[in-house]
């Protein structure tokens, strides 16, 4: 026979268990949900680009973006007159595989990394690299917004 004692101590712990485990699963939900909208975003971007379509690009990124790419930075305004037309053009032009988005919510702030194989030809020459992608976005009252970009690439062997 098992003492009482042990019974309510079975039934505190069983409590405290059903209870963590009622709080985690919204919370495990909303991660997911967030999780997903990230991704959204991010896909949105890069359809943005392969598309040529400069105003869904842009209605993406933050107004305090920053981008890191080929040991530079740029703001939204440079981004915006200098760089954006070239990359829309490199995204139509050559096509990219890109692997899984890997995706860490904290609160209202999401990170998210990928790679990427890109092969094809651009301005005539033969373009077979590997690629790095960082983005940092966070939640706005209109969605996710892209705050921060860093790409890296190399030639593929």
């Known amino acids: 026979m098992v003492k009482p004692r042990v019974l309510r101590l079975r039934l505190i712990w069983t409590l405290i268990m059903t209870g963590t485990f009622l709080m985690i699963v919204p919370s495990l939900s909303a991660q997911q949900t967030d999780s997903a909208a990230v991704v959204a975003a991010i896909r949105a971007y890069h359809g943005a680009l392969a598309s ?21 930075k740029e703001d939204l ?6 760089h954006l037309p070239a990359d829309m053009e490199f995204s139509a032009a050559v096509p990219g595989e890109r692997g899984e988005i890997d995706v860490v919510v904290q609160g209202d702030v999401a990170w998210a990394s990928s790679t990427s194989v890109t092969q094809g030809t651009f301005r005539e020459r033969e373009i077979n690299s590997q690629g790095a992608e960082l983005m940092v976005l966070s939640r706005t009252d ?10 890296s690439s190399r030639r593929r062997r």
């Open 77 to 82: 305004e440079h981004y915006r007159g200098h």
């Open 142 to 151: 209109s969605g996710w917004k892209i705050r921060a970009i860093h790409w």
């Open 52 to 72: 040529g379509d400069s105003a869904a690009a842009l209605a993406l990124l933050a107004e305090d973006v920053v981008i890191l790419e080929s040991g530079g």
